[in-house]
């Protein structure tokens, strides 16, 4: 039994059991990983996979019963490389953060700036995704860190570590109805918003769950005439007259955003949190925990530390 079989039945089930794709993510041959595969079944015994002829088209009962265990073997020899890189090669390496949009463009950049003068050493790796492609990407071992809103605390395998609150905003051209109302002292209201065209996230991103809820919840309709990933396209579309925006308020920036104006809706909205994971079991180098402690002041080492020995579903308080 060797790790290159161990890790051909891995990327067999990730990539739908298509050989011809396992054998490129593996840098090989297609016969090189059927032979892998079929080596490994010969040693324990067992048949992992079901075949129609030579595809393999599922996992067998005993290939279901044993592919956690590949996984827990190819995760600790990961961790044995990382801890070997933590005391050979102090203060090098690479980190990966995989982050959604907002994240990435409003709240990383200070950590990142500060990690980096910290750790010149270390190449900083920076990959964008939907909540749930951070999750697969921290699941399959493509990313150090991940952060998002939405989704990683769903995820038993992965370690969801709670990092800060944050509210939504409502945004409009200047002169906007809404913007009077607001300059005469009239509040803020569902029922008031939900009578103009809507701009804002695309469901599962940034809080969007929070979005509906509210409406849903007053039994109001309200008209989503475009909906994006990010704050920046949703302040394109708002500034040419599309719609009243609905974005993070983090992503409102007065000196960027001349031509906007921000309304306030925190009273209007369910509070967000964003969430910093690392998957559950995995070895994290000194820098990393620097960088999450960069991130989020109070996740210290010894809190994280704290979330990763904690069984599943048990929560970390701040």
Sequence with gaps: MNLQQLRSVREAVRQGFNLTVVADVLHTSQPGVSRQIRELEEEIGIELFVRAGKRLTGLTPPGEMVLPMIERLLQEAHNIRCAGQEFASQGQGTLTIAATHSQA???????????????????????????????????????DIGVATEALASYPDLVALPCYQWTHAVIVPP???????AQQGLPLTLERLAGFPIVTYEPGYTGRSHIDEAFKRRELAFDVVLSAMDADVIKTYVELGMGVGIIAAIACDEERDQRLKVLDARHLFATN???LAVRRGSFLRGFVYDFIQAFAPPLTRVQVDKAMAAQEGDHLDL
Aim: aromatic share 6%; proline share 6%; net charge positive.
């Design 105 to 143: 463009r409003y709240a990383l950049p200070g950590a990142v700036r500060d990690f980096s003068e910290r750790y010149p050493g270390v190449a900083l790796r920076l990959k964008q995704g939907s909540p749930q492609q951070v999750a697969e990407l921290l699941l399959c071992g493509e990313a």
């Design 175 to 181: 002169g906007h109805a809404l913007d009077r109302d």
């Design 273 to 275: 949190m964003t969430r």
